[in-house]
């Protein structure tokens, strides 16, 4: 009885979209996360009657013929990018990136990650870094007679000295941008990673074309829409009761056939 296996693979898909949508939910308050949604694909077709086979010595051939499907799979989690809503903060190295690019951070080893999440803060030698203390390329050292640091749109970062009236630019953020932003892995921590799907980075400046801006005293939030989740939740958790209602009633014609014997 294929309906046993099929209804199986619908249960599994159904598992794997509450899944996703309790991992949105939990991070409905993560700086700068952005939602995913499973996609999902049907599975090979089983040909009983091939359509277009012939049907008779005339040439008439079957119009539909006879294809049972065996079930579905998950074909995707893809990345929703929408910007969340920006919120202010009031602390000077919180920046958030309104429009399109990600911040290039360096990792210890060496390595490159990207982020959308600016909270960051000063390390103990005064260099901008991620709350996990990684460097914010192309590292900029804030110095530590700085009286005040401001951050502009275009992502250049001034500090005022004690003693002068002037400040002094120190350094300009980067912005990194990737053909298809989906392909990013993601690696925790708010960080992406390149892969062969995202396609080679592109940097550029703030604010200029394809770049978004920068927002000093700002962290971008979650587009994650709680009434969205919840109401995909409720019509999965149906899904997932209607796939195993299925199992049930092939277990009772099962128990019918092995009766007749």
Same mark, same amino acid.
């Given at each position: 009885?294929?309906?046993?296996?099929?209804?199986?693979?619908?249960?599994?898909?159904?598992? #794997?979209?509450?899944?996703?949508?309790?991992?949105?939910?939990?991070?409905?308050?993560? #700086?700068?996360?952005?939602?995913?949604?499973?996609?999902?694909?049907?599975?090979?077709?089983?040909?009983?009657? /091939?359509?277009?086979?012939?049907?008779?010595?005339?040439?008439?051939?079957?119009?539909?013929?006879?294809?049972?499907?065996?079930?579905? /799979?998950?074909?995707?989690?893809? /990345?929703?990018?929408?910007? !969340?809503?920006?919120?202010?903060?009031?602390?000077?190295? @919180?920046?958030?990136?309104?429009?399109? !690019?990600?911040?290039?951070?360096?990792?210890?080893?060496?390595?490159?990650?990207?982020? /959308?999440? !600016?909270?960051?803060?000063?390390?103990?030698?005064? %260099?901008?870094?991620? @709350?996990? !203390?990684?460097?914010?390329?192309?590292?900029?050292?804030?110095?530590?007679?700085?009286?005040?640091? #401001?951050?502009?749109?275009?992502?250049?970062?001034?500090?005022?000295?004690?003693? %002068?009236?002037?400040?002094?630019?120190? &350094?300009?953020?980067?912005?990194?941008?990737?053909?298809?932003?989906?392909?990013?892995?993601?690696? &925790?921590?708010?960080?992406?990673?390149?892969?062969?799907?995202?396609?080679?980075?592109?940097?550029?400046?703030?604010?200029?074309?394809?770049?978004?801006?920068?927002? %000093? &005293?700002?962290?971008?939030?979650?587009?994650?829409?709680?009434?969205?989740?919840?109401?995909?939740?409720?019509?999965?958790?149906?899904?997932?009761?209607?796939? +195993?209602?299925?199992? +049930?009633?092939?277990?009772?014609?099962?128990?019918?056939? +092995?009766?007749?014997?």
């Amino acid at each position: 009885m294929r309906a046993l296996s099929i209804a199986a693979t619908g249960m599994l898909a159904q598992q #794997t979209n509450v899944e996703v949508i309790a991992n949105n939910l939990a991070n409905m308050n993560t #700086t700068a996360y952005k939602m995913q949604r499973a996609e999902f694909q049907d599975l090979l077709y089983q040909n009983v009657e /091939r359509p277009g086979s012939a049907s008779a010595d005339t040439g008439a051939v079957l119009p539909a013929g006879i294809q049972i499907g065996v079930g579905v /799979r998950t074909a995707a989690t893809y /990345r929703i990018t929408n910007q !969340g809503n920006l919120a202010s903060t009031g602390n000077p190295y @919180d920046v958030a990136i309104n429009g399109k !690019g990600y911040f290039h951070i360096t990792m210890p080893d060496g390595t490159d990650a990207y982020t /959308r999440a !600016g909270a960051f803060s000063l390390s103990p030698d005064g %260099q901008i870094v991620t @709350d996990k !203390g990684y460097v914010v390329a192309p590292g900029l050292a804030v110095p530590t007679d700085a009286v005040s640091v #401001t951050i502009n749109s275009q992502g250049q970062v001034q500090a005022l000295q004690g003693g %002068q009236t002037a400040p002094q630019t120190i &350094g300009q953020f980067e912005l990194a941008r990737f053909p298809n932003d989906g392909g990013l892995q993601a690696t &925790g921590d708010n960080l992406f990673t390149e892969t062969a799907a995202s396609g080679a980075v592109i940097t550029g400046l703030p604010g200029s074309p394809g770049y978004g801006s920068i927002q %000093q &005293g700002y962290l971008e939030t979650s587009n994650v829409n709680s009434v969205q989740e919840i109401t995909d939740l409720i019509t999965a958790q149906r899904a997932y009761e209607m796939n +195993s209602k299925v199992v +049930s009633a092939a277990d009772q014609m099962l128990q019918i056939t +092995s009766k007749m014997s």
